[in-house]
Nanobody, 125 residues
Framework: QVQPVESGGGLAQAGDSLRLSCADS????????MGWFRQAPGNEREFVAA????????KYADSVKGRFTISRDNAKNTVDLQMNSLIPEDSAVYYC??????????????????WGRGTQVTVSS
């Protein structure tokens, strides 16, 4: 069973960059579309970015487009989220998730079967 584990969260100031990583020491991610979601207190979990199993297609939420970049290395079994030009509104718990889908990039939570426990990102102004 796929078990994503996130790392790389922390404190940042507005304008800073952070890089989140997602790894699985067990089963390979390579057959899964991978996504990043986030959830701020009092809000629903929202889509941030996703990447196809082959890494040739990506999708981003409008709120992060141009600032965040998702990438994956199937040989290393990792998925990263590079976050630049951070703003306080990016503060949330960020979750990595895996979807057993190979012909599209899902953006809704219900299509993702496996979730990590999340990593906190806090951006101060």
């Amino acid at each position: 069973q796929v078990q994503p584990v996130e790392s790389g969260g922390g404190l940042a100031q507005a304008g800073d960059s952070l890089r989140l990583s997602c790894a699985d020491s067990g089963r390979s991610f390579s057959a899964y579309a991978m996504g990043w979601f986030r959830q701020a207190p009092g809000n629903e979990r929202e889509f941030v970015a996703a990447i196809s199993w082959s890494a040739d297609n990506t999708k981003y939420a409008d709120s992060v487009k141009g600032r965040f970049t998702i990438s994956r290395d199937n040989a290393k079994n990792t998925v990263d989220l590079q976050m630049n030009s951070l703003i306080p509104e990016d503060s949330a718990v960020y979750y990595c998730a895996a979807a057993p889908i190979i012909n599209s990039i899902p953006t809704i939570t219900s299509l993702y079967a496996y979730w990590g426990r999340g990593t906190q990102v806090t951006v101060s102004s």
